[in-house]
């Protein structure tokens, strides 16, 4: 028993033969480990911290190389009392006011390579843990979601970071609910931003995303049309409408955001070219994957115009059905749509945007795709 525990101990590589892994053997991996880190670590923090933007970012990019190509110092690079480092990279996502450093291209450089480096410091459950309860979790959270806020180039990168957060099952509750009204805005907060309170203007968006907003705007008129967020007097024959409920979704809450830029860069989906914005879609519907495990969370979504949305992902996908491979945007849009079918408020969400039509057609195709197809119309018309 000795040496078949032995040899389940990670270290046991290191050995040549069957024998069992000596105490001297783990301590000599481990005094490596600590002294890789305490060598190369604290250098880094001390340059991520310098005054000069040209070598903040040169540090950060040698941060993410250290936590990209040896994944084994992610968590004690993370589960430590020696260093925060995940409070420093915070800090690097809003380094300045975003709007006044929009066409700074080293900037924007930082943020996109601290969003990388969180990315990769959000896989092990150990540091999921630590980011989410840890200390300086809530001006993370905050910061995350404000550059989905203002639809920032790393938006996809912050939907993947909250995607592998969101793995960990006691963060999902927080993720879901998160609104910077519900949280205590303690010292941690003054590095970031104001989330602003204002609708989007047309006028924030980039030459291409502008374009394609007005080319495609049926699309978003027609989403609004059939599924307005700003009524409050609609009734249903059997209860009062979600949207007249008196604790409706916080406007500066995570989901409201995920809303948000769901509904701008649905024109994008129009497109087969790959972009930022596509991408941003597709990894808020891995988000949405983790969120919709219990009918509570489903609930909750469907009082946002997050299901109708999804729906138009389905109709409006660009690719044939047998392209919806595995993990695509496509696959995880109808899984996520099969479990708000499910859900009482889901079902009145998805049967005002005709989701069941949308769905129709993916009846006869075969495997998968059509077992979820027939789980939605089913829910649907017993709803």
């Not at 690079?77 to 700074?104: A, M, R, Y």
């Not at 404000?146 to 957060?165: A, S």
């Not at 303690?186 to 970031?192: C, E, I, Q």
């Not at 989701?355 to 709803?383: D, K, P, Q, Y």
Request: charged fraction near 20%; aromatic fraction near 6%.
């Amino acid at each position: 028993m000795s040496t078949l525990l032995s040899r389940m101990h990670p270290c046991s590589c290191l050995q040549g033969s069957c024998g069992q892994v000596s105490d001297d053997t783990y301590y000599r991996v481990d005094s490596s480990i600590n002294q890789d880190l305490k060598y190369n670590v604290p250098e880094l923090l001390r340059n991520i911290q310098a005054p000069s933007l040209k070598i903040r970012v040169t540090a950060l990019k040698k941060l993410y190389e250290l936590t990209g190509k040896r994944q084994h110092l992610r968590v004690p690079i993370v589960c430590t009392t020696e260093w925060n480092v995940v409070d420093l990279l915070t800090k690097c996502l809003f380094s300045q006011n975003p709007h006044d450093s929009g066409n700074d291209t080293v900037q924007n450089n930082a943020r996109r390579i601290a969003c990388l480096t969180l990315n990769n410091l959000s896989i092990p459950y150990e540091n999921k843990a630590v980011m989410m309860f840890g200390p300086g979790s809530t001006t993370l959270i905050e910061s995350l979601v404000q550059i989905m806020r203002l639809k920032l180039p790393e938006t996809y990168l912050v939907c993947i970071c909250l995607m592998n957060l969101s793995f960990l099952d006691d963060a999902i509750e927080p993720i879901l609910n998160y609104s910077p009204f519900t949280v205590e805005m303690g010292a941690n907060s003054k590095h970031v931003y104001p989330l602003q309170q204002d609708g989007f203007e047309l006028n924030k968006l980039n030459t291409r995303s502008a374009r394609l907003l007005r080319t495609r705007r049926s699309a978003i008129e027609s989403f609004s049309t059939a599924h307005p967020s700003t009524s409050s007097n609609k009734q249903t024959s059997i209860r009062p409408s979600m949207y007249s409920r008196s604790q409706p979704v916080d406007s500066s809450s995570l989901l409201r955001a995920l809303e948000s830029m769901m509904q701008v860069y649905m024109p994008f989906l129009m497109s087969k070219v790959v972009s930022v914005e596509r991408e941003a879609i597709r990894w808020a519907m891995g988000l949405l994957r983790n969120l919709t495990k219990t009918d509570e969370n489903c609930a909750s979504i469907a009082k946002t115009n997050i299901p109708c949305l999804i729906s138009f992902v389905i109709r409006d996908s660009p690719y044939p059905i047998v392209r919806w491979t595995e993990d695509s945007l496509e696959d995880w849009a109808l899984l996520v749509l099969s479990r708000l079918a499910t859900n009482y408020d889901g079902k009145e969400v998805l049967n005002k945007c005709d989701a069941t039509e949308t769905v129709f057609r993916i009846i006869g195709t075969g495997g998968i795709h059509e077992t979820r197809a027939n789980s939605i119309i089913l829910s649907l018309a017993g709803g």
